[in-house]
């Protein structure tokens, strides 16, 4: 039985890693933040007895080799990996990346494909290597949108979707295959998290009702305009309808964009 070492935080993630648990998988250790103990994916470590770590606390069991895993599995986990641990596993790291590669690198894929009124997304598995998204791509599941009526929120729920089953497929293939073939990563654009929070402020001439939808991912601030120095999040009568009369949490997320 293959171990894995499984990195990830957010619901997606937990997703994963329970199916991992119960598909087959020797799961050695869960990697999370130290300030996301109660993250979903740490939950899942806990109901099922597994090791959790935070990245620290990961290097300190690799350099002191106490801790032997085959594959390691980065699922939309934030942190940059470096050597020692990108050399550890025989079977490699892979990385799953909720946007098409190598088109958008880093951060902001759901935002640019609607900014940019693109009409295919995608979410990719690749192997890591030391730069920021840019090791030998294994599969890019490509798929069709609507950029016009997708928001952030939408797009990362469709995306995530189909990466929990590109997820389960490429550990199957491993399972049967071992290490899979890749292709090198050639161009691209790289998006820093600091670009993406510019972005979002609403200037003269911009598609103020496409930011907006560019922009919604409650309860995260969103496309803002800024008033005596206080920043407002916008949203529109669309996005207030699907909210389905929802006024807690519109208040929520209007009180914390104030």
């Keep these: 039985m293959n171990k894995l070492l499984f990195m990830g935080r957010k619901t997606y993630g937990a997703q994963a890693l329970e199916w991992s648990v119960n598909n087959g998988w020797n799961v050695v250790a869960v990697v999370t ?3 996301q103990e109660t993250s979903p994916t740490a939950q899942v470590a806990k109901k099922y ?8 606390g990961l290097l300190e069991e690799i350099s002191s080799k106490q801790l032997d895993f085959d594959l390691v599995v980065s699922y939309v986990f934030w942190r940059i990996l470096k050597k020692p ?14 946007a098409p590669l190598p088109d958008l690198r880093g951060t902001g894929g759901f935002n640019i494909a609607i ?13 890591l290597d030391e730069g920021i998204d840019t090791g030998p791509i294994i599969e890019v599941d490509r798929f069709e949108i609507n950029p016009y009526e997708e928001t952030a929120q939408s797009l990362e729920k469709k995306s995530h979707d189909r990466m ?3 997820f389960k497929k490429t550990l199957e293939r491993i399972t049967k295959q071992g290490v899979l073939p890749s292709i090198p990563m050639k161009g691209g654009r790289y998006l820093s998290r600091k670009e993406m929070e510019e972005m979002k402020r609403i200037n003269p001439g911009d ?33 207030l309808e699907e909210l389905d009369g929802d006024s807690e949490a519109i208040f929520r997320h209007t009180q914390k964009g104030s």
Excluded: C, M, S
């Design 207 to 239: 598609d103020v009702d496409t930011k907006i939808r560019a922009f919604w991912f409650p309860p995260y601030d969103g496309a803002y305009v800024e008033l005596d120095g206080k920043r407002y999040t916008l949203v529109n009568r669309k996005i």
């Design 49 to 56: 007895g597994l090791k959790l770590l935070d990245y620290e």
């Design 164 to 166: 929990v089953k590109l």
């Design 33 to 35: 933040d130290d300030h």
């Design 85 to 98: 641990l990108i050399e550890t596993p025989k079977l490699g790291i892979i990385n799953f990346h909720p």
């Design 115 to 127: 900014l940019e009124n693109q009409k295919e997304f995608g979410v990719t598995a690749h192997y």
